[in-house]
Structures are given as structure tokens and as C-alpha cells.
């Protein structure tokens, strides 16, 4: 069937450490997407990206870096000097980034620190 | 700057109940609004997706509507069953910032046997 793959589905971080978040997708998307969720505040877009070799930042990008080197994967990286990483991290993809186009969720990743 | 809101935070019904969650938005320039259900501990499902030239979108018991002049769109479950409870998101996507999507806090909805 096709969908987003993010793996894994839990991961804990030690102070200091850089972790990444895999997301892969075999929906042919040409867009994909990286959001935070924390409860009670819904979610923040962490980072886009419309093509291969290409993404930009969303609203709360500090922190992180990505990259997109293939169509289907889209991993994310949280660096130390994201203080505060608990959350549960959500990969979307669409077939474009053109607005009137329904994104995709993956399972999410919760990530916790040790 | 866009903001959606969901009121109410939670809603608790009995089973077999008709109900209404509500979305609004300010800035009526939208391109479509999409609703989305999140299960516990679970990524979000596409429920609906209605475009700003439409007024209503269908899928089983699901009804979603939208009126941009008030900034306000609603998502119709009827008859309601144990199976819905979940939380249910509504998002908006920037106008002429790509797929980026502003969402609602949610509404979670518990329906009781």
C-alpha cells in the first residue's frame, strides 16, 4: 500500500545529541512536510520541502536542519541546540506544494529526553 | 496573520447522537479548508478536504461545510458511534505560501456506549 513510513516510532535523546527522524514515502509526492505536535498547542510546521534539493523553513525551524537528497525520504535532525524536543513529530507529504492539494500523515515519531 | 480555532476543546456524547464540531478562521482568503481525525498516539487522516468554492463536502456519515464570508466551517458526524471517538483537527493552508497549513487545537470527541 502506499504511504509515509516514519521510523521510529519512539526515540529518546540524551543531552548533547543530535537525533534524526526518518520519513519515507512511496506516494510519487513531490512535497514534503515536517510538523510538531505538543499538547494543547496542535501543530507547528518545522520545515518544507517542494523538491528534491530544495526546502525552507516553517515557523519554528531552530533547532533542526533537513534534507531532501531523494524524492521519497525526507529525514529530520534534532540538533542540541533544540532546548526543549519532547514532542510527537508528524511527516506529511503532498502532490505538490500548490495550496489546494490534501496532505498526507505518517504515524509519528515521539521523541522524549533522557 | 491566519489563526483557526476549535471550540469545544472536548465534547463527550452518547452514542447514536448527532453532532456538530465547529472550525473557525480569521482571514477568509483560503484556498480550501481540510479536516483531519488523529486516533491516540496515531498520525492524522485526511477526513475531508473542501475547496473555497465550495460550500459542503460528503463522506458517509461525514458532513463538512464551509462559509468563508463568516470564517467558519463545520463537520457534521451523524449517528454517532464509539468508533469516532478520536480527536478531530481542522487546517488551512497560508494563501500563497504552499502546502504550508495552519491548524485548529482539535476538538476531542469521546462518544459513550
Redesign the interface.
Known amino acids: 500500500d502506499g504511504g509515509i513510513t516514519q521510523s521510529p516510532k519512539y526515540l529518546f535523546r540524551k543531552e548533547g545529541q543530535n537525533v534524526t527522524l526518518s520519513c519515507e514515502q512511496n506516494l510519487n509526492h513531490d512535497a514534503m512536510y515536517w510538523y510538531r505536535q505538543d499538547p494543547g498547542q496542535g501543530l507547528r510546521l518545522i520545515y518544507y520541502s517542494q523538491i528534491v534539493n530544495d526546502f525552507q523553513k516553517g515557523d519554528i525551524a531552530e533547532g533542526y536542519s533537513v534534507s531532501r537528497e531523494k524524492k521519497e525520504s525526507f529525514p529530520l535532525t534534532v540538533t542540541s541546540a533544540q532546548k526543549n524536543p519532547t514532542a510527537f513529530y508528524l511527516c506529511a507529504s503532498s502532490i505538490t506544494l500548490r495550496s489546494n492539494q490534501p496532505q498526507h500523515f505518517g504515524d509519528g515519531t515521539r521523541l522524549s529526553i533522557l | 496573520k491566519q489563526e ?1 480555532t476549535q471550540i469545544p476543546a472536548a465534547l463527550s456524547v452518547p452514542e447514536g447522537e448527532n453532532l456538530v464540531l465547529n472550525c473557525s478562521f480569521t482571514d477568509s482568503a483560503i ?2 479548508l ?1 479536516w ?1 481525525r488523529q486516533d491516540p ?6 477526513l475531508l ?1 473542501i ?1 473555497s468554492s465550495q460550500r459542503e463536502q460528503t463522506s458517509g456519515r461525514l458532513n463538512a461545510s464551509l462559509d468563508k464570508s463568516s470564517g467558519r466551517s463545520t463537520l457534521y458526524i451523524a449517528a454517532s458511534q464509539p468508533g469516532d471517538s478520536a480527536t478531530y ?1 481542522c ?1 488551512v ?9 495552519i ?4 476538538t476531542e470527541l469521546s462518544v459513550k456506549p
Open positions: 483557526v484556498y480550501n481540510q483531519f498516539g496515531k498520525g492524522l487522516t485526511s478536504l475547496q483537527l487546517a493552508p497560508i494563501y500563497n505560501q504552499g502546502g504550508k497549513l491548524f485548529g487545537q482539535g
